[in-house]
């Protein structure tokens, strides 16, 4: 085993404790705020790194039903975000940041998951790509409609986001898997390895920047904290009811991706598109507990199968 493969395995099987040392370095040292200035070159590499692995042909064979139940329950994603956000009395940049968690694409990883929980892989990664594309305008008019004017913002630079972090690189990376997939798949191990660097490292920035606000806690971040867990649990519990019509690799896929929004997109997003700091909790709050329910809930999926 190469070194740089035991580095990604070590990644890899301690993501969970990786990002809770970004969050208190970031709470330790708020300088490294600066990383954020960089959220949409980290954003694009994080999305192409994983995307390297998404093959067009795979899609070929996913269940149109399946794929159209389950991107339903993945745009409802938004309106429960927005109903967290309002049952819980948040302020409008906390309800930006829950709205914006609920638009964003499924945890980019989200195929890899799949795989490890005996789900439909090929269903995940179609689902990931679809409303990855999507994004670009679901994220804005999510945001104009359910917020409206209660927070400032420019539109143009959150569809300029997702169009250079997201869709432009997602895009790319698909295309050379086409192209020169036998070269492209020789290092399909280290893809998500490196997109999870990467969210420590976003996520690290986005705490520091928040530093000062996280060390205040308070009924505020509780109240985050506790609806991230009611988003993550919402959506798993959607998706596995919305599955419910297909085989159990079909459901599971549809289970994880609804239930894993990509945190760190939508952490980077809000950085960059100019919304009040504050917005980005819900995105760092949402990871430490996705990270953790999504690696128990494979698990069991995988022994329960």
């Given amino acids: 085993m190469s070194a740089v ?17 970004a969050v208190l370095a970031g709470l330790a040292v708020p300088e490294l705020g600066a990383v954020t200035a960089l959220s949409t070159p980290i ?12 093959s067009a042909g ?10 159209a139940v389950a991107l339903v329950a993945q745009t409802g994603m938004v309106l429960a975000a927005f109903a967290v956000a309002r049952l819980l009395g948040l302020g409008p940049a906390l309800t930006v940041g829950f709205v914006v968690l609920g638009a964003v694409t499924p945890e980019l ?6 795989e490890l929980a005996d789900g439909d892989t090929a269903l995940a990664s179609a689902v990931l790509v679809l409303v990855g594309l999507g994004s670009v305008g679901l994220v804005p008019g999510a945001v104009t409609v359910l917020v409206g004017d209660a927070v400032a913002f420019d539109t143009s630079r959150i569809v300029r986001g997702l169009a250079l972090a997201v869709v432009l690189p ?6 050379l898997r086409s192209r020169f997939t036998e070269r492209v798949a020789r290092y399909d191990d280290l893809y998500p390895s490196v997109a999870a660097g990467l969210v420590v490292v976003i996520i690290g920035g986005v705490t520091a ?13 509780a109240a985050v904290v506790a609806g991230a867990l009611a988003l993550n649990v919402a959506g798993y519990a959607a998706g596995w009811f ?9 459901r599971i896929a549809t289970t994880l991706s609804v239930g894993m929004r990509d945190f760190a997109v939508a952490a980077a997003l809000v950085v960059g598109a100019g919304f009040p700091p504050t917005a980005a909790l819900p995105a760092v709050a ?20």
């Fill in 242 to 250: 919305a599955g419910s019509p297909f085989d159990r690799p079909a």
């Fill in 170 to 175: 997602m895009a790319a990376a698909v295309g």
């Fill in 109 to 114: 990883v989200t195929p890899v998951m799949t």
């Fill in 58 to 67: 795979a899609f070929r064979a996913v269940d149109r039903r399946a794929l």
């Fill in 5 to 21: 493969t035991r580095a990604a395995r070590i990644v890899d099987d301690y993501l969970v404790g990786w990002v809770a040392l």
């Fill in 286 to 305: 949402f990871g430490v507990v996705e990270l953790v329910t999504s690696a128990g809930l494979a698990r069991w999926f995988r022994r329960d199968g």
């Fill in 43 to 54: 954003l694009a590499a994080m999305v192409g790194s994983v995307s390297l692995t998404l």
């Fill in 209 to 221: 920047a928040n530093a000062a606000l996280l060390r205040a806690g308070g009924s505020r971040l």
